[in-house]
């Protein structure tokens, strides 16, 4: 079986509740056998010669109540091929655990402190985790901001010294998913990118700029004549509009109204009151120059 040549950090934020893991590897869809977490339960990243059956187990464990370090013995009690794992767990209190088998592939290793575990195999050296610690500490914002900026320094690090291949980062909190239906807050994986890294933060930043909100201090206010110009021309270039006559009136209300709705920007703008988020604003002028 091949093994799954990673870099991974698995990390939560106690204050904010929310639990993620951020990975790496030259090996297509990393996402899809890596990352596993639970919102107030933990988080786990197993990888190397992956047992994906540590991820449910594990989750299950936790929501039991044991510790990340309880969870790991228990994991690998029963395991005849511990050697060739690699995981890396937090659990619901922000406890930390890490494990390399010796039959990993070097370079391989981790570390941890409370609130993450960082670890990879196949990796240029030790300074890919060192480097990813140093990011994840260092960097202030929620936990997807500091699990990618982690990422990212282990991959300009050197991170899986075969190559780069896919990409992924997944994060929970209570009801964070779509609608507060399920916990499933951030789920956005490249599987098969040159390189992938910069692109994960790209779909983090689309994240934002879809499911964010702006202080109306940054609001946009279309009865400015250049705001609205500007959005004028943009919606008669894509067929929503046929003036450019600078004035909010009620046929370019109707217009932004289509216009948004299309875009899925419902959240970050509203049409009645004229005005429109101002991240949302420079991402469209920038869409449709």
Not at 151 to 169: E, I, K, M, N
Not at 219 to 226: E, F, T, V, Y
Not at 275 to 288: A, H, R, T
């Amino acid at each position: 079986m091949i093994h799954l040549s990673t870099f991974s950090i698995v990390a939560c934020d106690i204050k904010s509740q929310t639990w993620g893991v951020a990975v790496a590897s030259k090996f297509p869809a990393a996402g899809a056998v890596v990352p596993w977490a639970r919102a107030n339960s933990g988080a786990i990243a197993t990888q190397s010669l992956a047992n994906t059956s540590f991820g449910p187990q594990g989750l299950s464990l936790m929501t039991g109540g044991l510790s990340a370090e309880e969870t790991l013995a228990r994991l690998l009690a029963d395991d005849e091929e511990r050697a060739t794992r690699q995981i890396g767990i937090v659990d619901s209190r922000g406890a930390s655990a890490t494990f390399t088998g010796k039959a990993c592939l070097e370079w391989a290793g981790g570390l941890n402190a409370p609130g993450y575990a960082i670890q990879g195999n196949i990796l240029a050296g030790a300074e890919v985790v060192r480097q990813m610690e140093h990011a994840f500490v260092e960097t202030k914002g929620e936990l997807p901001e500091r699990l990618f900026a982690s990422l990212f320094a282990g991959d300009q690090a050197g991170g899986d010294r075969r190559g780069r291949q896919s990409a992924a980062l997944y994060v929970v909190k209570p009801k964070g998913g779509y609608g507060g239906f399920n916990d499933r807050w951030m789920d956005y994986r490249v599987d098969d990118h040159i390189n992938p890294v910069p692109r994960l933060g790209e779909l983090l930043e689309l994240h934002r700029l879809y499911f964010g909100k702006s202080p109306s201090s940054e609001r946009i206010s279309l009865n400015d004549g250049k705001a609205v110009k500007d959005i004028q021309k943009i919606m008669k270039k894509l067929g929503y509009y046929t003036l450019n006559n600078g004035k909010y009136d009620d046929s370019t209300r109707e217009a932004l109204r289509r216009f948004i709705d299309n875009e899925n920007f419902e959240e970050r703008a509203n049409p009645d009151e004229g005005w429109i988020d101002g991240p949302v604003f420079d991402y469209l002028l920038k869409k449709f120059k």
